[in-house]
């Protein structure tokens, strides 16, 4: 919030032709001398400290409502002049005069303080010496002006993160609520204002709620006031970030969707980013993503989408992200045209965050449909993802390999990804710094390699030709993931190499058989088992989508074990006088049915970020915001 002005049309006025000698003790009748001298001279005279201050002071701790009048009406005009850190000498005046019974004396004494407050220092100090006590008492005033240079004071007191609780504890919610249906509207905006700082930390959310905010700030969104809007806008995108918060709005708000849908639509491009904001947080449970789907949210998004403006493009693609989750949204979002603009903020290069939405939702619209992942790749989607991948930044190039391994589930599609050369991209980030980019180009590959029901038309030729190049090719990948100390690589390597092998392909089955890389790594775990811990599964939300003929993860015990029997598989392969024209062995097809778990051991964040990575890749999850 700004500096809360004044409602003050006057300052001191020069009171020489009245007669205080009856009236005024000796002290006040310097003071008031002397505040009339400094006045004149305003433009150079320091009003916090010595004599102007002293005699400020004196006329603030009058019985004389009139001197009061005066000094605050003097307070007011000179912090709305300059505002300044100050300390407890300035301040304890101007809360006396703040305790007056006297409505004009309240009205200018709120007003200065209002104005100090913008100084981060007095926000403190103000709360510090009692400020709020006298400033609710004000809220509560009959009189909307004073009522609204009170409620701008704890604006501008809420801004800081100190205050906040102290605000939240000291009954002032309550109050602050009813004024926000003020048919003032200076005073609703400084209510709503006041509501919006308050919304920043989940103990303040909670105290707000119970403070009956929730129905006014709905209500409110429809008001005429743009400020009015943004603030509520604002803080009812705080308020949702809480799920306990967004099942109370679910119950009780059945206009909420609507009209932030509305609100995209806003002349105010503030107000229509924030209401985007708060539709994406909202997304977070799937009542809320096919009600806005069902609302016609998804053509004002797809406008915001292609905005030029920063914070609305970044605004609706992290809510169409949100949104995509649901299976019932995937094909209408892609029916509404978005793939294009999406696939263009591919090579947003301004903000790393849009280019992880615009990549995350086109992995979930490829989720569960057939259909979608062969429009997604018709709209040129792999193109953009193999000329970019190498150059974006780390997250990007997860959220890319991710989605080129949940493309890489269709048979139909395997063929065509292939010749694209999308291996020439995947195996340099087998060997990235980052665990998930490295478990996510993995999974990629090897969905790649696997086909459910192979035909003798299967073309393996792209792993030949990429078999020792680019960075050592598929040999040194393999050969890494099967030496690496993470069991969960180790199990891909294995699983990778059963389907290399079970191609039928003579000469990827010579590469196999000839390497002096991986069939001693291979012998190894196919004659120990190893001890070494599988990292955990992570929790982040996992949508509904099945996953056909992949890579699936496996818990410690079980993942060892299957590590081992596919290790054993590919020795009975490549050291017998199988000729590779087999069916999948009981172990890869124990492995393809292994159902997701946790791993109850201890692990180390990194492991459990890389389990869920490669879950999620391999099984083609939708992630949320």
């Given amino acids: 919030m700004g500096v809360v002005s004044s409602c003050c049309e006057s300052c001191f006025h020069s009171r020489k032709s009245q007669s205080y000698e009856p009236l005024l003790l000796e002290n006040e009748r310097e003071a008031v001398a002397d505040l009339l001298q400094y006045l004149e001279n305003r433009t150079t005279t320091n009003f916090f400290s010595g004599s102007p201050l002293s005699a400020l002071t004196t006329l603030s701790f009058s019985d004389n409502v009139d001197l009061q009048r005066s000094a605050a009406l003097a307070f007011a005009e000179i912090t709305e002049k300059e505002v300044r850190p100050v300390g407890r000498d300035t301040l304890d005046p101007i809360l006396f005069l703040l305790s007056s019974h006297d409505t004009e004396v309240q009205r200018a004494a709120s007003a200065a303080l209002g104005n100090l407050a913008v100084n ?4 403190l100090l103000i709360v510090k010496l009692g400020g709020l006590e006298p400033l609710i008492r004000q809220m509560l005033s009959p009189n909307v002006e004073v009522q609204c240079n009170a ?7 809420a801004t800081h993160d100190d205050n906040k609780t102290k605000i939240a504890k000291s009954g002032a919610l309550v ?52 400020d009015v809007q943004y603030y509520c806008t604002t803080a009812l995108s705080n308020i949702a970030v809480d799920a306990t918060n967004r099942k109370k709005l679910a119950q009780s708000e059945p206009k909420l969707v609507a009209s932030l849908v509305q609100l995209m639509d806003s002349p105010s491009l503030k107000v229509q980013c924030q209401a985007a904001l708060a539709l994406r947080n909202l997304a977070s449970d799937e009542k809320y993503q096919l009600e806005i789907v069902k609302a016609d949210g998804l053509q004002h998004l797809l406008r915001l989408l292609q905005s030029t403006y920063l914070p609305l493009i970044l605004s609706s693609a992290a809510c169409v992200r949100n949104v995509s989750i649901h299976p019932q949204n995937e094909s209408p979002i892609i029916e509404s045209g978005f793939l294009q603009p999406l696939i263009n903020l591919l090579s947003f290069k301004d903000n790393e965050e849009v280019q992880c939405h615009a990549i995350s939702t086109l992995r979930n619209l490829a989720a569960s449909s057939e259909k979608n992942k062969q429009a997604i790749v018709k709209a040129g989607a792999v193109q953009s993802i193999k000329e970019l991948v190498l150059e974006v930044p780390m997250n990007v190039q997860s959220e890319m390999t991710a989605c080129v391994a949940v493309l890489a589930l269709s048979d139909e599609l395997k063929g065509q990804l292939l010749e694209m050369g999308i291996c020439e991209v995947l195996i340099p980030l087998t060997n990235s710094p980052s665990s998930e980019v490295q478990g996510n180009s993995a999974a990629a590959l090897g969905n790649l390699s696997s086909k459910d029901g192979r035909t003798a038309n299967d073309d393996y030729s792209a792993f030949n030709d990429v078999w020792e190049k680019p960075d050592g090719g598929m040999h040194r990948y393999l050969y890494r993931f099967l030496t690496s100390p993470d069991a969960t690589f180790q199990h891909i390597a294995v699983w990778t190499i059963v389907q290399l092998l079970e191609s039928e392909d003579p000469q990827l089955i010579n590469n196999i ?5 991986l069939i001693p ?18 929790g982040t939300p996992h949508s509904h989508h099945s996953h056909s003929h992949s890579y699936a993860d496996t818990e410690t015990g079980e993942g060892q074990g299957e590590i081992q029997l596919l290790a054993r598989r590919i020795l009975e392969i490549t050291e017998g006088d199988d000729d590779g024209a087999m069916t999948p062995s009981a172990a890869a097809s124990q492995l393809q049915s292994t159902s997701l778990r946790e791993h109850e051991g201890s692990v180390g964040r990194e492991h459990e970020e890389l389990r869920k990575s490669v879950r999620e890749a391999f099984s083609g999850g939708s992630l949320g915001h």
Wanted: charged share 20%; aromatic share 0%.
């Fill in 175 to 226: 109050p602050l609520t009813r004024l926000a249906r003020s048919k003032d509207m200076r005073v609703q905006r400084n209510a709503t204002g006041a509501l919006l700082n308050m919304t920043h930390s989940d103990e303040n959310r909670q105290q707000l709620v119970n403070a009956g905010a929730i129905p006014v700030l709905v209500s409110l969104l429809n008001s005429p006031d743009t």
């Fill in 513 to 517: 058989r000839g390497s002096n890389l």
């Fill in 521 to 538: 790594n291979i012998r190894q775990l196919a004659e120990t088992r190893t001890s070494t811990p599988t990292s955990s599964i992570g």
């Fill in 120 to 123: 981060t220092d007095n926000k």
């Fill in 151 to 157: 409620v701008g004071c704890v604006t501008n007191l």
